[in-house]
Each structure stands twice: as structure tokens, then as C-alpha cells.
């Protein structure tokens, strides 16, 4: 089972876009997606997934999966 981080990193790649892209769009820091994709944080905030969630235009459901 992928993780939150193995899924944003996933769907951000398959839309062509870098961390810098989803940070800009999301609002969320660049150094939390860093932490976040490498599975440093492995249970960020709903605020934080619903953002992201939110900017690469899919369910949070996606990501938590």
C-alpha cells in the first residue's frame, strides 16, 4: 500500500508538475511537501491533504489511499 507521500509524488508527476509548481498552487511550504513526499511525515494535517488534494484536482480520498 503506497503511502500519502508515494501518492501526492505519483499524481504530481502523471500532471507534469514539480514540487515548486505544487507548492506555488497549494500554498503549502515547500519544505512540508518535501517531508511529506519523502515519508519524513507520514501523517501530515487534513488542512495540509486537503490543499494538496485540492491543487492537483483529486479527491482527498486519492491520496490517503
Known amino acids: 500500500m503506497?503511502?500519502?507521500g508515494e501518492n501526492i509524488k505519483r499524481v504530481r508527476n502523471k500532471?507534469?508538475?514539480?514540487?515548486d509548481?505544487?507548492?506555488r498552487k497549494?500554498?503549502?511550504?515547500?519544505?512540508t511537501?518535501?517531508?511529506i513526499e519523502s515519508n519524513?511525515?507520514?501523517k501530515p494535517?487534513?488542512?495540509t491533504v486537503a490543499k494538496i488534494?485540492?491543487?492537483?484536482?483529486?479527491?482527498?480520498?486519492?491520496?490517503?489511499?
Open 21 to 23: 509548481d505544487l507548492v
Open 26 to 31: 497549494s500554498g503549502v511550504k515547500h519544505t
Open 40 to 42: 519524513v511525515v507520514v
Open 2 to 4: 503506497a503511502t500519502i
Open 53 to 65: 488534494a485540492k491543487s492537483l484536482g483529486v479527491p482527498m480520498e486519492e491520496l490517503v489511499k
Open 15 to 19: 500532471l507534469g508538475l514539480t514540487q
Open 33 to 35: 511537501l518535501t517531508k
Open 45 to 47: 494535517s487534513v488542512q
